[in-house]
């Protein structure tokens, strides 16, 4: 038997627990894996509460990112073998808060030795969330751009990404995460009332591209701040289709470009809290509290 996080009902975190299931099989194409770590996204809490929908079976297992290792493989597979430490989306339902799951091998990537498996654990979705958003309008060094959300799992990754390609970076959140957002080597700019006229001031001219990892007002007031209305695209909200921006478009090779950024140092996902998987539900509040300060990862092993 293996142990795996669910939740029996849609709505709030009275109906997560922590529950056995028999080890799952591998299907074609697809590897069994043992994870050692799974990072903590707002979608978890966002898919418990029917925010993604209703259609789904019940009980449904929680996570979507996990690093491990491979332990069975699938007919077809012939990427990955028993023993490979890996990092991989997981399939909504098939649940990373557990200590098996089952990942799609076309979509896991090798875990390079230099890369702990706590931080791979945070590159399928909020890593490769950064690098989508950062590469989905082409920006030149020395361009502007506006992080809104900055201190977050994905908005710190997306600041150092933007570091890399020496572009100018302002990144707003709350005022205890100043000085993680001036790690990255953006601007900080304190998020609340007047924020965007705190924008404007450094940035006169306009901002070359908003990245939202907000949403609502805050993305309304900072659209404006963009030189042209394509130059918003958002993770957060789909309204930014009104306002002439784009939504975040997948790249099937954002999880090995940024694994690779990672491997290099270049990158530092930012894990600043841990749980075991026993804590899960602390784990997702930390997250749903929605004031999460870098990655929340669960450690299964
Ligand atoms: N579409 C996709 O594929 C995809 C993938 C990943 C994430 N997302 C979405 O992207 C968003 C961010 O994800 P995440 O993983 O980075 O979340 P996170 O780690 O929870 O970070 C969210 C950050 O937003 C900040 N924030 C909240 N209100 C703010 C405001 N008014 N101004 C500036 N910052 C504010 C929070 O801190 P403070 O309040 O302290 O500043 C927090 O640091 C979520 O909505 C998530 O669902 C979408």
Redesign the pocket.
């Given at each position: 038997m293996s142990k795996v996080y669910v939740f029996t009902q849609f709505g709030g975190p009275e109906h997560e627990e922590l529950q056995e299931r028999p080890v799952p099989q591998p299907g074609a194409g697809e590897l069994l894996v043992e994870v050692k770590a799974a990072g903590v996204?707002?979608?978890d809490w966002?898919i418990r509460a029917g925010h993604l929908g209703t259609d789904r079976q019940l009980p449904t297992a929680m996570g979507l990112e996990v690093a491990g290792v491979v332990t069975a493989v699938g007919d077809g597979v012939t990427q990955f073998g028993v023993g490979d430490p890996v990092l991989a989306g997981v399939p909504a339902g098939n649940g990373g808060f557990a200590e098996h799951t089952l990942v799609r091998a076309a979509e896991a990537v090798a875990k390079p030795e230099e890369v702990s498996f706590t931080d791979a654990a945070t590159l399928p979705?909020?890593g490769t969330?950064a690098y989508d958003l950062t590469h989905q309008v082409e920006l030149e060094p020395g361009q502007t751009m506006l992080i809104?959300?900055?201190?977050?799992?994905?908005?710190l990754m997306a600041a150092q990404i933007a570091n890399v390609h020496q572009f100018r970076t302002i990144g707003?959140?709350?005022e205890?995460?100043r000085e993680l957002v001036e790690s990255t080597g953006a601007t900080f700019v304190a998020?609340?009332d007047g924020?965007a006229d705190r924008v404007r001031e450094l940035a006169p001219e306009g901002v070359d591209l908003v990245i939202d990892?907000?949403?609502g007002g805050?993305l309304r007031q900072a659209a404006s701040l963009a030189t042209e209305p394509g130059r918003v695209v958002s993770?957060?909200d789909p309204a930014v289709v009104d306002l002439g921006g784009a939504?975040?478009e997948?790249n099937p090779e954002a999880l090995g470009k940024i694994t690779g950024v990672v491997e290099y140092g270049l990158v530092n996902p930012n894990v600043t809290a841990t749980y075991e998987l026993q804590q899960a539900g602390q784990a997702l509040a930390a997250?749903e509290a929605?004031?999460?300060?870098?990655?929340t990862v669960i450690e299964t092993a």
């Open positions: 996204n707002p979608a966002k979705v909020a969330t809104l959300g900055a201190g977050g799992g994905v908005g707003v959140a709350g205890a995460k998020s609340g924020f990892l907000v949403g805050v993770a957060a939504v975040r997948r997250v929605g004031h999460a300060a870098g990655k």
